[in-house]
């Protein structure tokens, strides 16, 4: 009598569990009528575009190897990214109506970009960096759809991720989201316009700290490690420190940097390598300002060793 | 184990000991000092070109020059054999696609050439005809040389 009682409480108990979690785990997503009252620019975007490096993950490799010049305009996907977690299949987001992402909306593409919800109401794994596209001004994200609009189409939908549990869980993304999906700030007090414009562009489109920053077991930022250095998510060796304590940077000045990043030469005179080389090519395509902000920004972080 | 493979055995073991030692045999020392004498000679076009020092034409001659010879030499110190060791990070690719890297070092050898024959006399020269000079570097590395670990 009373253990039947008992199993009944839990039986409900487990009920209000199950239905809560579902509940916090759920999309959420941004309604058309909150996106700013913008008109898109393509010109914008293509800044953007190469400010965040689309190309260095969804231009379909060729034969094997990075795309480079104008193929790096095909973004049919392809490239498999081969992690801890299992095997992240990077998909088509060339304007192909069907296999692409050509029948989007703006506020569909917003979502995808700045909340990781897919449009059919899925979520989006992290090794899509939506954590830092969060911190993108929103007309940011709607001129870039506006430019990849402008590219070619690419036919061909790319398989999906092979993944081991409990990461295939996709809905488990939605508690992640909770605890890491943040739209502040990584850093505080940086006023000076140079400096805040080279943050947007560090924090938010250039997703730089998704490999320069440490993480912790579930795959989130150590936000008090911030640029600080982290194990390669490619395999072997470190992705550097770059905050003024990191090893080489330490040495280099605001110019340096911003040099290096149009150029890809160290002050050393030895060039840019590993995934950096696809970072810099597509940091060389944006204004002398732009990298200049990025310095700046690098500079004024603080110092972490 | 028949004759020629002891030999070559003892050869092989012969070289490894013995070729640190000889300098004019050791492709790997030689090509790492020749490297490294191409990057201390970008280094002044380099500051140069971004307003870290004051512009001197026969600087820059004396740096494609230094490129020039370098680039006549490096391709022979790439023999079979010297895939690996002393720290090497040369990528197996250039022993895989050796036209693909000899293009590599052309593409290199050409963009200098254009250079010393354009000779530059101002800042917005030397910028022009070292573009493709510094590319070239970038664009070898980039597809013949690992990174170290």
Known sequence: MLISRLLRVLAVLFAVIMVAAWWMTRPQTIAATDLPDHQPDPAGGERVFWAGGCASCHASPVNGKRAKGDDKLLLGGGLELDTPYGVFRVPNIS??????????????????????????????????????????????????????????????????????????????????????????????????????????????????????????????????????????????????????????????????????????????????????????????????????????????????? | MSYLKTRSLIATVALTFTSPLIAGDDPLHERHELMEGVGDAAKPIGQMLKGEQDFDAAVVMTSLKTFDEAAAQFGELFPPGSETGEGTEAAPAIWEDRAGFDKALATWSDAVDAAIAANPQTVEETKTVAGPVFNACKGCHDDYRIEDE
């Open chain 1, 95 to 305: 304007p192909h109506v069907d296999d692409g992402i050509g029948g989007w909306t703006s506020v569909d593409f917003v979502n995808a970009m700045q909340r990781g919800v897919s449009p059919d109401g899925r979520h989006y794994y992290p090794s899509f960096p939506y954590t830092s596209y969060a911190r993108m001004p929103a007309e940011d994200v709607m001129d870039l759809k506006a430019f990849l609009d402008t590219l070619p189409p690419v036919s061909g939908r790319i398989e999906a991720h092979s993944l081991g549990f409990p990461w295939s869980v996709r809905r488990g993304i939605g508690a992640w989201k909770r605890r890491y999906l943040v739209e502040e700030p990584m850093t505080f007090g940086v006023s000076p316009t140079l400096v805040e414009r080279g943050r947007l562009l560090v924090e938010g489109a250039g997703h730089c700290g998704e490999c320069h920053t440490p993480r912790d077991r579930f795959g989130g930022m150590l936000r008090e490690r911030w640029l600080a250095g982290a194990p390669n998510p490619e395999g072997k060796g470190r992705v550097p420190n770059i905050t003024p304590g990191g090893e080489n940077i330490s040495e280099w000045s605001a110019a340096d940097i911003a040099y290096y990043l149009e150029s890809g030469f160290t002050p050393e005179f030895d060039t840019v390598g590993g995934s950096m080389v696809a970072v810099q090519e597509n940091m060389a395509k944006l204004s002398a300002e732009d990298r200049a902000a990025i310095a700046a920004y690098l500079r004024a972080l603080p110092v972490l060793d």
